[in-house]
């Protein structure tokens, strides 16, 4: 199942949950707005190439519209909207004032040179300008992007609209950047995970961990937990896995990638076949690749007591059945990795206000909001006896319901 049939499958579900109107379900699905551009630009060798933009506009109720732009030779229109739908969900679970976009570029950011990323960002910026705004629709980095990516939409939409650094977040520190942002999607799975485990009287230090993914999200959450005490006893990546049952040195597998670019030949542990990861014994799985990892071939050769979805959709529905079967409690992505996008909103308070904070008071309220919106989380789960997926998915869902019925959506 794909990520767009997953999504309304989720928000479908939700919906029934909360009784809404049929009518309100409806209106509630249909994207704001969808743009699509041909973006073309000269290459390095002066030839003419074009690549199709897209922007998805979701849905502006309860304030702005937020989410990633990213160059991948796959950006699908469906997979688009999945991801814009799904930012609206999740903008509602961390309770920040945004709505839910995204948007991307079918490229190969790999194929291209710098100066060609330089003027193939600038023109889909000269495309959309007018449709995004400080308080229309603020994007940020995604897969194949990053603060460069943003530094130069920032700098293109100013020349049209004025110094408006509020216009993208995922900036580089010097242009308004906020501290923090780069671990935080790592750093809100980790106090996403402390507040998981707190519900079950257990705290990080002394449990066992296996992290799929080791990029900017599943480096930073290994990181982080291997601070507090928690043994991180295999990682992988495209490269290859590592394992070792006393639990990995983090720091020195950070040194090791950074130096060979791989986790291959690490001395600190073995090498395992990255396909069996999924099914080591441990306490917490966290997944924070590719979705669609967990599916009904695998589910019931998991033997984790806890998933903590850090990537997007990385459990298929027909796995969730079988786990939940198992009794394992899985802590949704709509909430779990929602961390990026906090900080995100952190930043866009900064410049809007002029006044930027310390990483400490950044770390703090990331902490606050998490905490809280777990909390929240569960009393939904209560309130309508149910998962923490679809407790998560009610509660973005009736914030999202609840905007759009108080600003008057039939008239």
Aim: charged share 20%; proline share 4%; glycine share 10%.
């Amino acid at each position: 199942m794909n990520a767009l049939a997953a999504t309304n499958r989720n928000f479908r579900l939700a919906s029934r949950l909360l009784g809404l109107d049929s009518k309100l379900e409806k209106s509630l699905l249909i994207p704001f707005r969808e743009i699509k551009v041909e973006c073309t630009i000269p290459k390095d060798d002066g030839t003419l190439v074009s690549y199709v933009g897209f922007r998805v506009q979701h849905d502006n109720a309860r304030g702005p519209m937020k989410g990633g732009i990213r160059y991948h030779p796959e950006v699908d229109p469906d997979e688009v909207n999945a991801l814009a739908q799904l930012m609206t969900w999740k903008t509602a679970v961390a309770d920040i004032p945004y709505g839910g976009a995204k948007g991307g570029i079918g490229c190969s950011p790999r194929d291209l040179s710098k100066s060609e990323l330089e003027r193939l960002t600038r023109v889909f910026t000269q495309k959309i300008h007018d449709l995004i705004g400080i308080h229309t629709d603020v994007p940020a980095p995604d897969m194949g992007t990053n603060a460069q990516t943003m530094a130069w939409i920032l700098d293109e939409y100013s020349k049209f609209h004025g110094h408006s650094p509020a216009v993208v977040t995922g900036k580089p520190i010097d242009l308004g950047g906020s501290l923090g942002r780069e671990a935080a999607t790592g750093r809100g799975v980790v106090y996403a995970t402390e507040a998981l485990l707190a519900e079950y009287g257990k705290s990080i230090k002394g449990l066992t961990f296996v992290i799929q993914g080791f990029g900017n999200v599943g480096s930073w959450a290994a990181r982080l937990i291997h601070e507090r005490g928690g043994k991180v006893i295999a990682v992988s990546d495209i490269t290859g896995a590592v394992t070792n049952p006393n639990g990995i040195d983090i720091p020195e597998l950070l040194k090791h990638k950074e130096a060979t670019g791989s986790l291959k030949s690490f001395s600190g542990g073995d090498s395992i076949d990255p396909n069996e990861l999924l099914a080591h014994e441990c306490d917490v799985l966290i997944p924070c690749a590719l979705g669609g990892v967990l599916n009904r071939e695998n589910a019931a050769d998991v033997k984790a007591k806890f998933i903590i979805e850090a990537a997007n959709h990385p459990t298929d529905p027909e796995a969730d059945e079988i786990l939940s079967k198992k009794g394992v409690i899985i802590l949704p992505d709509v909430y779990a990795n929602a961390g990026g996008v906090t900080v995100s909103y952190f930043e866009w308070v900064q410049n809007i206000q002029g006044f930027m904070w310390d990483e400490e008071k950044v770390n703090q309220e990331l902490k606050r909001y998490m905490t809280q919106a777990f909390h929240n989380i569960k009393n939904m789960c209560q309130s309508h006896n149910c998962n923490l997926r679809m407790g998560a998915f009610t509660l973005g869902v009736n914030r999202v319901a609840r905007a759009t019925i108080l600003r008057g959506w039939e008239a």
